[in-house]
């Protein structure tokens, strides 16, 4: 664990140097420095990281359970457990990269994009965002990928790429995820949980009600486009959705 943190933390430290830039952020697949990251997480085995597999009562305590490995505003470290039957809601990882490996388990996967650069990257201050969100806005997203996952695999978000997901396990699984930078508490990188506005309704909303530009797309939309609401942010989590904190039990060296 300690050769793998050593490696995130290099990473991070360049990212920074970068200015975390979108550019460096969606090009790290094809970086040396990142491709030793993954090979690190991939042969991570489950004893090292404390975990017994997918009957073990520690991990799967509630229906959603984190493990902070190690964190810092510039990367971050964490174990998922989930168990079978529940709903991690659509949710956004804005100007940052998630190396993402799916340890067991099987999971029924959505990703999107949204359309918007405004969106995309979080361009806005705090209070805009407190905004978007108090008033409930809509925007356009792209769907990327609907499939589902089995374990043990590998997956991407890019800040132009892949970048909010929604999972629904459909046996106790495990992940780990790998996120670079940390989320931040300011709009930058602030994570949103999103509804999914079903197609039914999409013709019926107000232009007032969005955001973007998908009322000048509504005549022509794209294969494939789904309109999302802001829906809320941490402290505050979706409804019928908690997170059970739980202590990491693996080495750290
Ligand atoms: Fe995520």
New binding site residues.
Partial sequence: MKALIETVKTMSVRSRAAGNSIKFLDHTWNDPGCQRLIEKMNTMTLDQLGIEGPDDPYHFQKGLNRITIEASDDYRLVLFFIKKGTI?PL?D?PNMC?FFRLLFGKLDYKSYDKLDDKFKYNRFSLDEYQEILGNKKTISAKLVNKTILHGPQFLM?RPSRNNL?AFEAQENTCFF?ICLPNYTTDSLRRITYFKEVCPTQMDQMDAAELADNTAELSTAKPKGLTYLTYDTTPPKLPVNFEIEEVPYRGRLL
């Fill in positions: 991690m949710h990882h998630v978000v997901h995820d």
